[in-house]
């Protein structure tokens, strides 16, 4: 793995996302905002957790620990794009600066709870898309169980695409 | 850390490691009873068991291509019937199709990872972090589908 890999890695996130949110599009706001499956959250709060990560861990890898009180407002789909989109922009311009050397870079954050962590880069990059992918496997049942059309975010087809 | 010693890595925290993402595949299947695996509790989505065979299935296919076998992607048996298929014995197909694809990664040189898979024009790199997001994506799913039971 090295920064050209990430470079792809990224891409390929931006576009998984963005398909995910054109699924969202279609649905009613009443079904994007209600809580579904057991004791799981709304398609709506399962969005909003995926794109605060990956806003809170931007701001980490540029050296910056902000707090619960500075996440940006996610109450609803307009809102939620806004946060994915300029967090995407970030993210692209981050990786395209990215250098082998930087990935074994150590860095220090303090979490939301105020513990001080310590990761690589490498290992924070790699996090954030596993943590993305993880919670739009969860996005895409969901909107599946809603009855909305199945989208699908396979890295392979995103290759094919290309 | 060697570029193939961080995939790895990657590999085993996702699968029974400590993952940050959410719960490691393997452990998210802990405790699943066979009753459990094959109920739909989701309308209109797979179930445990029918997710596991496909990442099994996948994960086998992928570190044959690994070593060097020709795998057409039409071969895969994508979404298997499971009807046949026990619980303990598609776990234990999982198990041993990510311990074959560990082992196939673990055997490759650092300047192999950005050479084309055998039959296709993606690199052993794009296949190995495909497989991974993929099976990551699944356990996303499988998580839910648990807390839904």
């Excluded at chain 1, 990430?6 to 398909?19: E, G, H, I, P, S």
């Excluded at chain 1, 596993?130 to 975010?153: C, D, E, I, K, P």
Aim: glycine share 6%.
């Amino acid at each position: 793995v090295n920064a050209d890999d990430f470079r792809t890695l990224y891409a390929y996130n931006t576009w998984a996302n963005r398909r995910v949110l054109e699924a969202c599009r279609a649905l009613d706001p009443s079904t994007f905002s209600r809580p579904t499956s057991g004791s799981f959250g709304s398609i709506k709060e399962t969005l909003s957790h995926i794109a605060w990560a990956e806003w809170l861990w931007l701001e980490r890898w540029q050296h910056r620990s902000p707090k619960k009180a500075s996440l940006p407002e996610a109450s609803d789909l307009p809102s939620i794009e806004r946060i994915m989109g300029e967090t995407a922009r970030g993210q692209q311009s981050f990786v395209a600066q990215l250098s082998d050397e930087r990935l074994s870079e150590r860095i220090s954050y303090l979490n939301i709870k105020d513990e001080r962590w310590e990761y690589t880069l490498g290992q924070m990059l790699q996090h954030v898309v596993n943590h993305s992918t993880y919670h739009r496997g969860q996005v895409v049942t969901l909107l599946r169980q809603a009855g909305a059309n199945a989208v699908s975010t396979d890295y392979l087809l995103y290759f094919d695409e290309q | 850390m060697r570029p193939t010693e961080r995939l790895l890595d990657q590999l085993n925290r996702s699968f029974g490691g400590e993952a940050w993402h959410g719960p490691a595949l393997r452990n998210l299947l802990d405790g699943v009873t066979d009753e459990q695996a094959k109920s739909h509790p989701v309308r209109g989505a797979h179930s445990i068991l029918e997710l596991v065979v496909h990442v099994g299935n996948w994960n086998d296919a992928i570190a044959r291509r690994i070593e060097g076998t020709v795998v057409e992607s039409s071969e895969v048996d994508d979404w298997a019937d499971v009807s046949t298929i026990a619980w303990k014995a598609a776990v234990e197909k999982l198990e041993r199709a990510q311990s074959r694809l560990s082992d196939a990664v673990a055997r490759l040189g650092t300047e192999e990872l950005e050479q084309p898979v055998a039959g296709t024009k993606r690199s052993k790199f794009s296949e190995i972090a495909g497989v991974l997001q993929h099976a990551v994506y699944h356990s996303g799913q499988i998580a839910l589908l648990k807390k839904a039971l």
